[in-house]
């Protein structure tokens, strides 16, 4: 299959093109630098050199694609009503330049924070969040009910893999190397689900050949882990003690991460499992942060 793929050179989008690549599929990537382009070539990829915000690019990437897999999103949270904008334009980009076809679209979501003793579920259908306003899922389920081969792969909180170095682990070190404390809230029962990145990357391939019909599928391996077990490995990687917090000193200890720090949020992936005959095969995510070679820095 010919593969346009958006964010081919990201944290997830990376290995997705390499998952692709080495399935047998042709892939086509949406870069934003000759440089990164080099890489996904060097890899066996096309590049195609752009932004979320170039639409007549996306549309040359969309119109000589057997399928698409969305994976791009910003990361300067600070400009979240802007991203979520041309994020939720490039999805319906992709659905007009798909219309009347059955190619597949794969689009990426996210699982939410969930109240105390609730788990999220691949039926759920949350609405967008007014302080979070990406609508990456609710956009693709727009396409799918207007008869577009459009699904969801939905990733947890924590993606992880050895080099990490924009996802929540680095995050949280930075902020712990800063204050000397690895912090969670409370007795840090909270939980985070979580999954290793090569584990994703099969979820977004098995979901692209499975042939997208309105679903929503979960790369989560790990449903639950108490967020106490992840301060106490980040702790342990740096050099500092796990310190619970109360949530007055969570908001000062942690900023605009503390909404997320405590958040509940377990997730299921019994259906995708059953759906897609997926296992997950990689480490967990305190054997993961405990590795030698786990990073627990941000890029500077």
């Known amino acids: 299959m010919r593969v346009f793929l958006t964010g081919a050179n990201g944290w997830i ?3 997705v093109a390499s998952e692709l690549l080495a399935a047998g599929h042709v892939v086509t990537g949406l870069v934003r630098s000759e440089e990164k382009g080099a890489v996904l070539a060097a890899a066996g990829g096309t590049p195609l050199l752009g932004s979320l915000g170039d639409l007549d690019v996306l549309r040359r990437g969309a119109a ?39 190619r597949p679209i794969v689009i990426t979501g996210g699982v939410g924070i969930m109240p105390s003793g609730e788990t999220f579920t691949e ?7 007014p302080a979070f306003p ?38 949280l070190a930075a902020v712990a190397r800063e204050k000397g ?5 409370g007795d840090g029962e909270n939980l985070w689900p979580s ?14 050949e499975a042939g997208a019909r309105g ?6 391996a790990e449903e639950g882990v108490p967020f106490r077990l992840i301060a106490e490995a ?21 900023g605009g991460l503390a909404m997320w720090v405590a958040g509940n949020g377990p997730a299921y992936s019994r259906q995708t499992r059953e759906m897609l005959g997926w296992e997950p095969r990689e480490a967990g995510l305190i054997a993961d942060i405990q590795r030698p070679d786990y990073s627990t820095h941000t890029v500077e």
């Open 181 to 185: 404390v690895s912090g969670y809230v």
């Open 134 to 171: 990406r609508a990456s899922e609710q956009t693709a389920f727009a396409l799918a009910e207007r008869g577009l081969r459009a699904c969801v792969v939905r990733n947890p909180r924590s993606v992880h893999g050895a080099g990490e170095r924009h996802g929540f682990v680095p995050m």
């Open 64 to 102: 000589n694609a057997d399928g698409i897999i969305h994976t791009a999103f910003g990361l300067d949270i600070a400009r979240i009503v802007e991203l979520a904008t041309e994020d939720r334009r490039a999805i319906e980009t992709f659905g007009k330049v798909f219309a009347g076809s059955q």
């Open 13 to 15: 989008g990376s290995v």
């Open 215 to 220: 679903e929503a599928y979960h790369a989560i």
């Open 234 to 254: 980040i702790g342990r990687q740096i050099g500092v003690p796990a310190t619970s917090l109360t949530p007055a000193e969570a908001e000062a200890h942690f």
């Open 195 to 208: 999954v290793h990145r090569l584990d994703a990357a099969r979820v977004y391939r098995l979901a692209l």
């Open 123 to 129: 039926d759920a259908r949350p609405p967008v969040m």
